[in-house]
């Protein structure tokens, strides 16, 4: 049964992308920490990160820094950091997110309820300032 990213990936349910590349995708977490937290998922479907091939992994970090940057000057906020947790979903993902103090990387306080043009208006920044 494909993974709920997959079914993302692929279109099945809704995602707010501001990125697609050949080797992964970045959507919006609909469950955010902050405004644009972002996910870098692969494509492949592989549940453990500790199970990426180098080069992929190396591409996803590539990718996270990237968008990271792109946070930084469309949302302003003062850091971005990363999180590999790896409960959520069995498919190997990192959340970029967007942070002005170090009480938001607690999944306790994520989100549970986010208006869809939220979403949009911070993808739509982040394309914008990649």
């Not at 990426?52 to 996270?64: G, I, M, Q, S, W």
């Not at 990237?66 to 971005?80: D, F, M, P, S």
Request: aromatic share 6%; hydrophobic share 50%; proline share 5%.
């Amino acid at each position: 049964m494909a993974t709920v990213f997959t079914r993302i990936i692929n279109g099945e349910i809704p995602g707010t992308f501001v990125h697609r590349d050949d080797q992964c995708v970045v959507f919006l977490s609909v469950n955010p920490l902050a405004p644009g937290h972002a996910l870098v998922v692969p494509i492949a479907e592989i549940d453990h990160w500790i199970d990426v091939p180098a080069d992929l992994a190396a591409h996803l970090f590539a990718v996270a820094q990237r968008i990271g940057k792109a946070q930084q000057v469309a949302l302003r906020c003062e850091r971005v950091g990363l999180i590999i947790a790896g409960y959520e979903v069995p498919h190997a993902h990192i959340h970029v997110i967007p942070t002005t103090h170090i009480g938001q990387f607690d999944f306790a306080t994520a989100a549970t309820n986010v208006d869809r043009a939220e979403l949009e208006a911070a993808a739509a920044a982040i394309r914008e300032a990649l």
